[in-house]
């Protein structure tokens, strides 16, 4: 107990969870609703999957039947289970490109869409992964042409410095003349996958489906996809990656981001 709440001693079983506070407030059965709307339905958290949301949740929360809790509101979410695909294992043994040593070194770009166009005009979304940290950056766009394309690597490059290599795959917005003009006057070096051999792009071919998971359920009620682009990318930068086991926001900066609070709607 400390000063009248009563709180649950975490176990730490990962350099990560060391990191996190000692304890988790113990959440009464009553709030146990409105701390797993807020943490999978809501923009900023996307409808993450169930590690991914217990992940979250348990880094200030703790309940009884915790895992099986969230287990069980995950899988009867009626959005997800309508829009989410059962995962195959793909995993390639090649190795094509040579592994980053840092941040913002290598980025996978490529190209989603078209999408139902938005008031704004939007009906593709250029999207980028940095092979080291897996953080996504996403933007809306008008259309894909390799001017528009090429503005977006340049927003890239300004938001996160000059890279040392991009790689995409070779459609015309990233083999055309303009951004291989960009490319020489930012010194980034561009390297294609081969014609066909999707899994080279795996990383984000695999992004893309999860971001198209996570915006569905808003647009199915109307809402515009671009307008939910940024919650929807915050909500995957915050997740878990399986590959690194932190989320690409702590590889990045270091630390978890302030998260909603389920409580501040409450009288």
């Keep these: 107990m400390i000063d009248d709440l009563l709180f649950h001693s975490r176990v730490a079983k990962s350099k990560r969870t060391q990191r996190m506070g000692e304890f988790q407030l113990v959440i009464p059965k009553q709030l146990i609703p409105k701390i797993l709307e807020t943490y999978h339905q809501t923009p900023l958290a996307g409808h993450m999957g169930i590690q991914q949301t217990v992940d979250n949740i348990s880094e200030q929360f703790y309940f009884q039947n915790f895992q099986s809790t969230v287990s069980s509101y995950v899988r009867s979410c009626h959005d997800c289970q309508e829009r989410k695909m059962t995962k195959a294992h793909t995993k390639s043994e090649i190795i094509s490109f040579r592994t980053p040593t840092e941040p913002f070194q290598t980025w996978q770009v490529s ?3 078209p999408l139902p166009i938005t008031q704004k005009g939007n009906a593709y979304i250029f999207t980028a992964v940095d092979m080291f940290s897996k953080l996504l950056f996403c933007v809306p766009l008008l259309s894909s042409d390799s001017v528009t394309v090429s503005h977006a690597l340049f927003q890239l490059v300004c938001t996160f410095g000059v890279c040392d290599c991009v790689i995409s795959d070779k459609g015309s ?13 930012l010194e980034v070096n561009q390297n294609f996958t081969p014609s066909f ?15 198209a998971e996570r915006l569905t359920p808003y647009t199915k009620k109307g809402i515009q996809w ?21 989320s690409p926001y702590e590889v990045v900066y270091g630390f978890r981001p302030k998260f909603l609070s389920p409580f501040q709607n409450l009288e």
Excluded: W
């Design 111 to 113: 190209l989603f869409g």
């Design 173 to 185: 917005e990233f083999i055309s003349q303009c951004t291989d003009q960009l490319s020489k006057i």
């Design 197 to 211: 051999i999707h899994h080279c792009l795996g990383l984000c071919e695999r992004t893309q489906r999860t971001v």
């Design 226 to 246: 671009d307008n939910m682009l940024p919650a929807i990318t915050f909500s995957f930068n915050i997740s878990t990656s399986d590959s690194t086991k932190y």
